[in-house]
C-alpha cells in the first residue's frame, strides 16, 4: 500500500513545530516507543504506518476503529525522521496538560531555562522519570517537548513526566514558598549545602547557563565542584542534572 499525497504531506508536517502545534499532533517512530505507547493507553493514537509484517506481529496493540496502514518500506523512508527508518510510526494527538498543584509543592519540580539541543532535553525528561520527578518546565525558549528528537530521547519518559511552557517568574509567583536551586559554576558547593524537598531545581542554556534575570530570582545557588586534576570546562547539562537529581533523592517522597 502507498500512502495518498495528502497523507504524506500531512504526516512529514508534523516534522516542523509550526505544524505539531497546529494540528496538536506529533510522531513516535519504532517498535519500541510505539509499543509503550499503544501499551499504555494514555494517550490517543491517530494514525499508524508500519509494515506490513509489523501489522501482523503486533494485532494485540491494535484498538478498535484505530487508523492503521500497512506501507511499504520505501513509504516508511519518505516520513521517517530516523536516519534508518524503523517498522512502524504513530501519529499522536497531544494530550491537554492537566497542572496539579499538589505535584509540585510535593516534591522535585525542575524548571529548564532555553535547553535547546533536543537530546539533553529527551535525557533530562529520562532522569526525571527514574527519580520520580513529575514535572519539567521550560521555558518558552527551549526545545519543544514534542519534538520527535526530544521524544525518542526520552526513551519513553515523555509518557510519565508532564512539561509546561511557562516563564521563570510566573512559575515562582504560582509557588513563593517553594525554596529554588539554580546550578551555576560560582555557586556553593553541593557536598557543602543540604537540600531538601519540595523545591524547584533549575537548570540553564548548555552554552550561556542561567540567564542574569533568572538568577536574582533564585534563592540558593549551587554547583558541582570540579574534582582534584579535573580540566573540562563544565558539565553537559544533562549529565549535571542527573547528579544534582541524586542529592535531592534521600528526600524524595
Known amino acids: 500500500m502507498k500512502l495518498s499525497i495528502n497523507q504524506l504531506k500531512f504526516i512529514k508536517s508534523l516534522h516542523e513545530r509550526k505544524y505539531r502545534q497546529k494540528y496538536h499532533k506529533f510522531i513516535v517512530e519504532g517498535v519500541k516507543?510505539?509499543?509503550?505507547?499503544?501499551?499504555?493507553?494514555?494517550?490517543?493514537?491517530?494514525?499508524?504506518?508500519?509494515s506490513q509484517?509489523?501489522?501482523?506481529?503486533?494485532?494485540?496493540?491494535?484498538?478498535?476503529?484505530?487508523?492503521v496502514l500497512a506501507v511499504e518500506e520505501r513509504e516508511l523512508k519518505k516520513i521517517s525522521l530516523l536516519?534508518?527508518?524503523?517498522?512502524?510510526?504513530?501519529?499522536?494527538?497531544?494530550?491537554?496538560?492537566?497542572?496539579?498543584?499538589?505535584?509540585?509543592?510535593?516534591?522535585?519540580?525542575?524548571?529548564?531555562?532555553?535547553?535547546?539541543?533536543?537530546?539533553?532535553?529527551?535525557?533530562?525528561?529520562?532522569?526525571?522519570?527514574?527519580?520520580?520527578?513529575?514535572?519539567?518546565?521550560?521555558?518558552?525558549?527551549?526545545?519543544?517537548?514534542y519534538n520527535p528528537k526530544v521524544v525518542q530521547a526520552s526513551m519513553g519518559a515523555f509518557l510519565r513526566v508532564n512539561s509546561m511552557e511557562i516563564s521563570f517568574s510566573d512559575l515562582v509567583s504560582k509557588f513563593p514558598?517553594?525554596?529554588?536551586?539554580?546550578?551555576?559554576?560560582?555557586?556553593?558547593?553541593?557536598?557543602?549545602?543540604?537540600?531538601?524537598t519540595p523545591a524547584i531545581l533549575v537548570l540553564g542554556n548548555e552554552s550561556k547557563g542561567l540567564s542574569l534575570e533568572i538568577q536574582q530570582q533564585i534563592k540558593h545557588k549551587i554547583s558541582i565542584p570540579r574534582g582534584i586534576g579535573g580540566g573540562a570546562e563544565s558539565l553537559n547539562v544533562a549529565v549535571a542534572t542527573g547528579i544534582l537529581c541524586a542529592f535531592f533523592a534521600p528526600s524524595l517522597k
Open 33 to 50: 516507543l510505539a509499543k509503550e505507547v499503544l501499551e499504555s493507553k494514555k494517550l490517543e493514537v491517530n494514525m499508524v504506518v508500519a
Open 177 to 196: 514558598s517553594l525554596p529554588s536551586y539554580g546550578a551555576m559554576l560560582e555557586g556553593v558547593s553541593i557536598h557543602e549545602g543540604e537540600f531538601s
Open 83 to 145: 536516519t534508518t527508518p524503523n517498522q512502524v510510526l504513530l501519529v499522536v494527538n497531544q494530550p491537554d496538560q492537566n497542572f496539579n498543584e499538589n505535584t509540585v509543592e510535593n516534591g522535585l519540580t525542575l524548571f529548564l531555562e532555553d535547553i535547546r539541543d533536543p537530546g539533553n532535553f529527551g535525557t533530562i525528561l529520562r532522569i526525571a522519570d527514574w527519580f520520580g520527578i513529575q514535572w519539567v518546565f521550560c521555558s518558552p525558549g527551549s526545545v519543544e517537548f
Open 53 to 67: 509484517q509489523w501489522v501482523l506481529d503486533n494485532k494485540g496493540l491494535i484498538y478498535d476503529k484505530m487508523n
